[in-house]
């Protein structure tokens, strides 16, 4: 049975098929035809709907979700996602995370986040107010509680860094912070985990909030990065490959101003 017109995906009206319903979809997505949260209608009403084949819908739907706007999982129907930074750099992440097999990859990876935290400490030092400081002491105070105990550890481990990233007001660095987690996290299984190097991790913690508590924004850039080269040591551990640390020249180094 041959395919009606406009169902194949060869090029039509200036753009494949499936890039022409994709933004279709897009459009119904982010003007709430299309709500956050529902399902996207049946392959088969989209076909009849749009007429077009079902491999138009999921090539479009395969671009939809590599662009954050749809939940994907094998056995049920899509589930439409509003964009949000979150969203966003999540789809960016799920590409990035696969430099992570790569040595190369890897380093450049863990260099953004020295460079970026290491600011984010700067600007607390600089910025943060009476709330952000209670909130450092806080999960400063669960994160040494929890030594010795592997997952807590990382739990406060996270929840410490996060307030950094929140401390700034600004929505996108919270969702880099998740990446981070993310991109991370397959390898904390595989990390070195003892009561001595929680103390060690520990440690850094406290010296990057001493820092901002005294609002010295030199030294908890410089807490920060002596912290994330001790960090990067247990990381590159989970590897086959040994490379020395990102920017190393450069870690024991202040930036003026």
Do not use: C
Not at 3 to 17: C, D, L, Q, S, V
Not at 162 to 191: D, F, Q, S, T
Not at 202 to 211: L, M, P, R
């Amino acid at each position: 049975m041959s395919e009606p017109a406009g169902r194949g995906t060869a090029k039509r009206g200036g753009g494949r098929a499936s890039d022409q319903l994709g933004e279709r979809l897009s459009a119904m997505i982010l003007s709430g035809e299309l709500t956050s949260g529902s399902r996207l209608p049946p392959e088969r009403e989209l076909m009849q709907r749009f007429g077009v084949s079902r491999t138009v819908v999921r090539e479009a739907i395969t671009s939809l979700a590599s662009r954050g706007l749809l939940l994907t999982r094998p056995g049920f129907r899509p589930v439409v996602q509003k964009p949000s930074y979150e969203t966003a750099i999540g789809a960016l992440g799920q590409l990035v995370g696969h430099l992570m097999h790569d040595e190369e990859g890897m380093r450049a990876l863990f260099e953004s986040r020295i460079f970026l935290e290491a600011a984010l400490a700067r600007h607390a030092a600089a910025h943060a107010k009476r709330d952000d400081l209670a909130e450092l002491r806080e999960t400063l105070a669960r994160n040494r509680a929890a030594i010795g105990d592997p997952r807590a550890f990382y739990a406060t481990d996270v929840a410490f860094h996060g307030v950094l990233y929140r401390i700034p007001r600004n929505p996108i660095y919270p969702a880099v912070h998740k990446a981070y987690v993310e991109w991370l996290m397959r390898h904390w299984g595989r990390m070195e985990r003892a009561a001595d190097i929680d103390r060690l991790n520990h440690a850094g913690h406290v010296a990057i909030f001493e820092a901002i508590a005294a609002r010295d924004p030199d030294e908890a850039e410089a807490a920060l990065r002596r912290h994330l080269q001790i960090a990067w040591e247990q990381v590159r551990g989970t590897f086959e490959f040994r490379s020395p640390p990102p920017t190393e020249a450069n870690a024991s180094g202040r930036r003026s101003g």
